[in-house]
């Protein structure tokens, strides 16, 4: 990734493709000058680099190995021996005597010195095994040093002669030995065993490299020091002659491996971080994520965790939130899986009252403990929870949060990206969507509007939703989007929400209203007229207009009506009459749509609808049937489940629709010979008898009272004359 290689735990060289972002190439070139003393002073000798876990050890290591061997003038030869990839001792014996002869020049005048150095390694490494040997056959390792004692050289002599050629050969090597502190204790003291006292040969010098405190731990666990902190250190001071600590890492280091990291993820993935972006991440920083982040291997590994989720993700989440949920997912497992178990209350779609809600705090304080996060961290992960989700922020009062950030994951229409790092297969990647939309608002074809618009019919909640978020859709001329909402209406499949109160419907017809409403006052006409292709889109339309009249009267009906509204509501009433032409022979015939119709009709302050409805009784319509029609069923939710029940019978609907007094006069020996009035439960469930007594009955009190009225003056709860509420 980018030019540090955050993906990787690749040293940093200070080369080109890994540059030294911490000014320690400084450091470098002052521990090579420490060599070249350590050389002048002494025919061998053993340095240890020095420094935490994470802090760049062996970054700084291959510096010092740039600058040796980048120098036209240097003689040294650098070889690197790691203890991890040998697992006994004859092994690692031979791989440091043949790290030691491959680092001879290959010259036929080497050779001699480079076999002598090899069968010195191979004599030495059977004198180990057999020191490492016990209650096991030695025959081998035995045989072997048998042969050493019995030829015409000892090992002593061997030994001399190769340190005489290495003396003469005038040439210095360097034996790097890094992650020495994560060695088994046995394997630890072989190698202190080989450096200090077989390894010592004229211009050898070793560099070791590891963590001082991990490092006495393993000693501690040694037979040889015992669990002693002060042994171990004396034994350490024994082997090591010159210390190097790393530099520290300052909080300015930090910052600039973090700044770098942030402007690769950028680079490489198209992305960009506005002001206000930049303020959470760093409020972030401040708080939390500095604390946690102090070695450069901790930040590369969270930048790593970060480009590896960005690779399918950019474009589709908000990248300050996905580096916060990744830093938890890195840092702090426990806190992340709390994410995905308490998904509702975090994306504000649970349930719990208000009081309830108050009393989260401590519960949120106890979850973290339980998950693991420590006492001195919590506040900070509070805070980091806080940043994503306003569910947190109202109860910590920790940060201010912005919930209406594009594809934020304290949205429920996102949230899934962020623990499943994609889109999911129910979801519509953002391009696709910003495709769809352009596609429908140019009014052309393509396969991403085709998936939207059938996902606007089976996840309707999310989609209106979006497009409710989209800049493009919002600010657009409206007349394709609202076009292709009332081509939907009627054609929706997706299961309510928040307990079955918010219909798709409901959802459509809320976009569509503020959609109609930005759009320009002289175009709602044609677009009205656009929507009332089908009778759906029609009802649409209506409830859309009549909102949007509601919405822009604001209460005052005292001033003129809007030279649009006129033209508006005739555009509706034609696409309703257009869609009553079939309305069949009677009125058992109306399809559900065309009752929605009807009912929705009166509304508009027309005498269209009742014209209509006087010509189809005079047709042969019958009236009782036409008023059990404009009595649909409601639909109720229990315990139970849901069951539908006779509506609440509407004398104004009647009154606006057909005229009280023409149905009081026609129904008059029906109304007389209904029966007495038997009150009923206020659910009374649906059939067509008992719809039908329920309209009598309401009929007779209305006559009753109105009767009563006549003599004594108008009653107060004469209800027909109240306002009905604008239609769903």
């Avoid at 062996?58 to 003038?73: E, N, P, V």
């Avoid at 002869?101 to 057999?130: C, H, M, N, Y």
């Avoid at 000693?219 to 250190?233: I, K, P, Y």
């Avoid at 008898?689 to 004594?712: F, K, M, N, P, T």
Wanted: negative net charge; charged residues 25%; aromatic residues 6%.
């Amino acid at each position: 990734m980018g030019t540090l290689g955050y993906f990787n735990d690749d040293p940093i060289d200070g080369s080109e493709s890994a540059p030294d972002l911490l000014g320690r190439d400084t450091y470098a070139r002052n521990a090579v000058t420490l060599l070249e003393h350590v050389r002048a002073q002494s025919p061998s000798g053993v340095l240890a680099l020095i420094g935490p876990w994470g802090s760049g050890k062996s970054s700084l290591l291959g510096m010092i190995t740039r600058q040796l061997t980048r120098q036209t003038d240097s003689r040294w030869a650098v070889r690197e021996l790691n203890p991890w990839m040998y697992s006994d001792v004859d092994s690692l014996t031979l791989a440091l005597f043949s790290e030691i002869r491959a680092a001879l020049p290959k010259g036929e005048q080497w050779s001699d010195t480079r076999s002598k150095i090899a069968g010195f390694g191979r004599t030495v490494a059977s004198f180990s095994k057999i020191a490492s040997l016990a209650g096991i056959d030695a025959s081998g390792a035995l045989e072997s040093v048998s042969d050493a004692i019995a030829g015409d050289e000892s090992p002593s002599a061997v030994k001399k002669q190769v340190e005489d050629a290495l003396r003469a050969a005038n040439r210095p090597i360097l034996i790097l030995i890094d992650d020495l502190d994560r060695v088994t204790p046995s394997e630890l003291l072989v190698v202190f065993k080989l450096v200090r006292l077989v390894g010592r040969l004229p211009n050898i010098y070793y560099l070791l490299c590891y963590d001082e405190r991990t490092l006495l731990d393993v000693l501690r666990r040694t037979d040889l020091v015992g669990n002693d902190e002060t042994r171990a250190q004396e034994f350490l001071e024994k082997i090591v002659q010159v210390r190097l600590d790393l530099p520290a890492f300052r909080e300015r280091d930090a910052v600039a491996i973090v700044d770098q990291g942030i402007r690769d993820l950028l680079a490489a993935h198209g992305m960009t971080l506005d002001p206000k972006s930049m303020e959470r991440l760093g409020h972030a920083y401040d708080v939390h994520l500095k604390d946690r982040l102090t070695t450069p291997r901790s930040i590369k590994r969270y930048f790593g965790q970060v480009n590896a989720g960005l690779a399918s993700m950019a474009g589709n989440i908000d990248l300050v939130d996905f580096l916060l949920v990744t830093f938890l997912r890195t840092m702090e497992p426990g806190a992340y899986n709390l994410l995905r178990r308490h998904r509702a209350q975090l994306t504000g779609t649970d349930y719990l009252p208000r009081a309830e809600r108050d009393k989260q705090l401590p519960i949120w304080q106890d979850r973290l403990t339980d998950a693991g996060v420590s006492p001195g961290n919590r506040e900070g992960i509070l805070t980091i929870l806080s940043l994503l989700f306003p569910a947190i922020a109202e109860l910590t009062r920790l940060a201010v949060n912005d919930a209406n950030r594009p594809c934020s994951v304290c949205s429920a229409d996102y949230f899934d990206r962020y623990v499943t790092f994609a889109v999911p297969g129910d979801d519509l990647p953002e391009a696709d969507f910003a495709t769809a939309i352009n596609q429908i608002l140019a009014d052309a074809p393509g396969h991403e509007r085709e998936e939207l618009l059938k996902r606007l019919r089976t996840d309707t909640h999310r989609i209106t939703r979006r497009i409710r978020r989209h800049p493009t859709a919002v600010s657009s001329p409206n007349f394709s989007l609202l076009g292709v909402l009332a081509d939907a209406a009627g054609d929706l499949d997706a299961p309510a929400e928040t307990l079955g109160l918010l219909t798709p419907d409901s959802a459509l017809r809320s976009l569509a209203t503020d959609l109609l409403a930005n759009t320009p006052d002289d175009s709602r006409a044609v677009v009205l007229t656009r929507m009332s292709r089908t009778p759906a889109g029609a009802h649409l339309a209506t409830v859309s207009l009549l909102r949007l009249e509601d919405r822009t009267q604001s209460g005052d009906l005292s001033g003129p009506e809007p030279e649009w509204v006129q033209r508006c509501r005739e555009s509706v009433e034609t696409g309703i009459e257009q869609h009553l032409q079939d309305a069949g022979s009677a009125p058992a015939d109306l399809s559900d749509i065309q009752i929605d119709l009807l009912l929705t009709w009166r509304f508009l302050g027309s005498e269209r609808p009742m014209t209509w409805i006087h010509e189809r009784l005079r047709s042969g319509w019958d009236l009782l049937d036409l008023l059990m029609q404009l009595t649909p069923a409601a639909r109720v939710i229990g315990g139970t489940g849901e069951s539908r029940i006779v509506g609440e019978i509407s004398l104004e609907s009647f009154d606006v629709l057909v005229g009280l007094e023409f149905i009081l006069s026609k129904l008059a020996d029906q109304i007389d010979g209904a029966g007495p009035h038997v009150p009923s439960p206020f659910h009374v469930p649906d059939n067509p008898e008992r719809r039908r007594q329920r309209i009598l009955d309401a009929l007779r009190d209305h006559r009753e009272r109105a009767g009563a009225a006549s003599v004594e003056g108008p009653s107060p709860e004469d209800g027909s004359d109240h306002a009905a509420p604008l239609p769903d």
